[in-house]
């Protein structure tokens, strides 16, 4: 089944240790994003691709970057992480930026000791 | 900021309709409707959207009033799976998807 890939499923870092994230579809979809869901509340949009142009969101801090190589995959780097930002991060792809449903991955739960 | 609002929890008994509310009352013309819902410790999933006409798909019905201004997602026969955190989302087509803070659903034998 086409779907939406994310690994590791859960990762585990140290406070300031760089970690990368990973995203693959198999969809073909033009457009991926990146959100960040903490504890009790909604998915928060960092950024997105719309194929290789990217569109980061005003107040995604500096500490989130992000690289999309090709077509398939896209990885979210955190560059410095804090406390703050133990989280799931979960990707979305849709086939375009029109009125098209996002399909979102199962996410990675991220823990910052 | 979400430019929707949704009661924060509702209930429903297994097999009943479940009928989830959405008020959107400052939507532009160009804006959609969405609906997504968030199993628990799983990714949002895409269930349904619309702009000016009813939808009806194998998940649900989306029924939005004429003027536009408010929304209910019909489920119409709750199971137990559909426990969920359910997200009602107006936005312009091709712009990032904005969650408010959603309806918890719980549904119960």
């Known amino acids: 089944d086409a779907m939406v890939i994310q690994n590791p499923r859960y990762q585990v870092t140290q406070f300031g240790k760089p970690v990368t994230l990973s995203c693959s579809q198999t969809l073909n979809h033009n457009v991926m994003y990146w959100y960040q869901q903490k504890s009790s509340q909604a998915p928060k949009l960092l950024f997105h691709y719309y194929d290789k142009d990217f569109n980061n969101e005003a107040d995604t801090p500096d500490n989130f970057q992000s690289r999309r190589p090709n077509t398939s995959f896209c990885f979210l780097d955190i560059r410095s992480p804090g406390l703050g930002d133990a989280a799931m991060y979960l990707c979305a792809t849709s086939l375009n930026t029109g009125a098209y449903e996002q399909y979102f991955g199962p996410g990675t739960r991220l823990t910052v000791t | 900021d979400a430019k929707t609002t949704q009661p924060p929890s509702m209930d429903c008994a297994e097999g009943r309709a479940a009928n989830l509310p959405c008020n959107h009352s400052t939507i532009s013309g160009n804006e959609y409707v969405y609906w997504y819902r968030q199993i628990h410790s799983q990714g949002p999933q895409y269930i349904i959207h619309g702009l000016k006409n009813n939808e009806t798909n194998e998940m649900a019905s989306l029924i939005i009033t004429e003027d536009r201004k408010s929304s209910t997602l019909i489920l119409p026969h709750a199971t137990l799976r559909d426990t969920a955190v359910y997200y009602c989302?107006?936005?312009?087509?091709?712009?990032?998807?904005?969650f408010g803070k959603g309806t918890t659903l719980s549904v119960s034998s």
């Open positions: 989302i107006v936005n312009q087509a091709g712009t990032a998807l904005i």
